[in-house]
């Protein structure tokens, strides 16, 4: 299969038109959205549904979010609509965030991976509302990406991944985010299943106490199904291992650095993924500055391109940890994740040295 690119910021009418098409015959296109590209599909068709599953290499037990383009499209695909969702969706609709409620007998199964919830959002990015609009459909999507990789922020990582799988990739440019959208659950307390830039401070202010899935900041328990994207064990992972190393500052500096050297004499290539605050101490290694743990938005928004682009150039990463406060909680769940939650306690670490 030849996969087509179309730039949607000079041909957008031309590309959603192609894609809109594409989606009600049943097939995939790659399209971009505020958080990550997705790879869609005719949400209400499970033959097609099962196509995204195939191109990823994506086990079938984990469940997609359907995306619409107007918010009176979620009457149809849940059961009904909760009194709370309601502030929620005029808050943050459009946006980067998903909601999960029961769903309605139009939803095939194939989307929830068997369960009786759907997740659903809508986008804010202009190229996929139109798609969405012009196909008539829901569309479901996860990121477009081989299933473990990190997701894609831009066409040309779509590309690296889906070329020959699918027909069609619609580039929008960077993703304004950069890691995937909140997953907040309605079904009994509201509990996010998965923190992005709506963060639970956030959504707190808007309806009051929210929880947090345990499975945010740890491994899903043996027996736990995945009632959200992004809750599997190992995720976003790239070709390079990832160690993330926790503590102060100071002390994660030091303990990455004494690592740094130690695998270097093991014969690995090494490279170092620092924020601003201790991009300094790492003179002489190879680092690379992803952003500011101040304003952990921009570690967020260059994680998965830098997991993609150094974890092809070395051995092993390693990723400074920080707090989980605010958007920090995203960018920690994402890490960790890549990092099959392998991680280091910096103080313990230095204080065998």
Avoid at 33 to 50: F, I, Q, S
Avoid at 105 to 122: H, K, N, S
Avoid at 258 to 268: H, I, R, T
Wanted: charged share 25%; hydrophobic share 40%; glycine share 8%.
């Amino acid at each position: 299969m030849k996969t087509v690119m179309i730039s949607t910021v000079t041909q957008e009418e031309a590309g959603t038109t192609l894609g809109a098409g594409l989606i009600r015959n049943g097939e995939l296109v790659a399209f971009p959205t505020e958080t990550v590209y997705g790879l869609g599909a005719n949400g209400l068709d499970g033959e097609a549904v099962n196509r995204i599953f195939e191109a990823k290499g994506r086990p079938n037990d984990n469940p997609l979010i359907l995306h619409i383009a107007r918010k009176s499209d979620l009457k149809k695909l849940w059961a009904h609509v909760p009194e709370r969702a309601f502030p929620l969706i005029e808050t943050f609709w459009p946006g980067p965030l998903t909601l999960i409620f029961h769903k309605s007998d139009i939803v095939p199964y194939e989307v929830t991976a068997g369960l009786e919830t759907v997740a659903v959002r809508m986008p804010s990015d202009r190229t996929a509302r139109a798609l969405i609009r012009k196909a008539g459909v829901p569309i479901a999507a996860p990121s477009a990406n081989r299933s473990g990789r990190p997701s894609p922020t831009n066409a040309q990582h779509v590309f690296a991944d889906m070329d020959g799988l699918i027909p069609l990739i619609l580039d929008g440019g960077d993703c304004r985010y950069g890691v995937e959208s909140t997953v907040l659950s309605l079904v009994g307390e509201p509990t996010v299943l998965r923190p992005g830039a709506v963060t639970r401070e956030m959504l707190e202010t808007v309806i009051g106490p929210v929880k947090l899935a345990p499975s945010i900041l740890k491994p899903l328990g043996e027996r736990e199904k995945a009632a959200s994207p992004g809750m599997k064990y190992k995720h976003y992972a790239p070709d390079a291992e990832v160690i993330v190393v926790d503590g102060s500052p100071e002390e994660t500096a030091k303990c990455i650095v004494s690592l740094y050297y130690d695998y270097l004499e093991q014969g690995k290539t090494v490279e170092v993924l620092s924020t601003k605050q201790t991009h300094f101490r790492y003179r002489g290694l190879n680092a690379t500055e992803i952003g500011d743990r101040v304003h952990p938005e921009t570690l967020c928004a260059n994680l998965f391109r830098e997991l993609r682009e150094i974890g092809s150039a070395c051995d092993l990463i390693l990723a400074e940890g920080i707090d989980t406060n605010e958007e920090g909680l995203a960018y920690m769940n994402r890490l960790l994740r890549a990092a099959g939650f392998h991680r280091i306690d910096a103080s313990r670490e230095n204080s065998k040295k």
